[in-house]
């Protein structure tokens, strides 16, 4: 038996999360808008915990406004953007690069989630999305969104799947603490 992790999971060693455009006014038109902020804020606060560089976009943000409060405040780090694609962005696509697995959560799944996954993925990294903590105005937009990431090779995951991952074990002195966040 080996105590190496499959090359596939999401590790803390090698993982990214991005909070793509969960900014207020947009959240204002999102189904299911306060699952998705509580989703995002448990996948921050876990993956500030186990030391996962996390970072946000926000959208227009002069017309738009920032980041949600809830999320601002844990998240200093925010690249603004005028693209959809998040990899259209120098600074951001720099901070991207970095290495690891980016993790995607945020709005809109059928807009600017969609489009910087892909545009990740050309890049050749290797994506995943948070279904549970990735949002659109309406569910069928949303649930196109996944079919089309799902075709293109992003893998699809929720936030439990990610949280156990990053954890790999229940004896790390985080697993309680990020347990909280579940439960």
């Keep these: 038996m080996t105590d190496t992790a499959p090359p596939d999971w999401l590790l803390t060693s090698d993982s990214r999360l991005v909070i793509i455009d969960v900014q207020d ?21 876990a993956a500030q915990r186990l030391g996962i560089p996390v970072a946000a ?10 980041t949600t409060a809830a999320l601002a405040a844990l998240i200093p780090l925010r690249f603004g953007k005028v693209h959809f694609s998040a990899t259209r962005e120098a600074d951001f ?17 059928h807009v600017c989630v969609l ?16 279904m549970d903590a990735a949002g659109s105005r309406r569910e069928e937009s949303r649930q196109a969104a ?18 156990f991952e990053w954890l790999e074990r229940y ?13």
């Design 93 to 109: 696509l720099a901070w991207a690069a970095g290495g690891g697995t980016l993790v995607l959560a945020g709005t809109e799944a």
């Design 171 to 183: 004896d790390r002195p985080e697993f309680r603490e990020v347990l909280r966040l579940i439960k």
């Design 146 to 163: 996944f079919n089309r990431l799902r075709a293109h090779g992003v893998e699809l995951v929720t936030v439990e799947m990610a949280l």
């Design 115 to 130: 489009q910087t996954a892909l545009g990740l993925k050309a890049l050749g990294l290797r994506v995943a999305v948070v």
């Design 57 to 66: 976009t926000e959208q227009n943000p002069v017309g738009i406004g920032p």
């Design 25 to 45: 006014r947009l959240l204002a038109a999102i189904d299911g808008a306060d699952g998705i902020v509580s989703n995002c804020e448990k996948l921050v606060r």
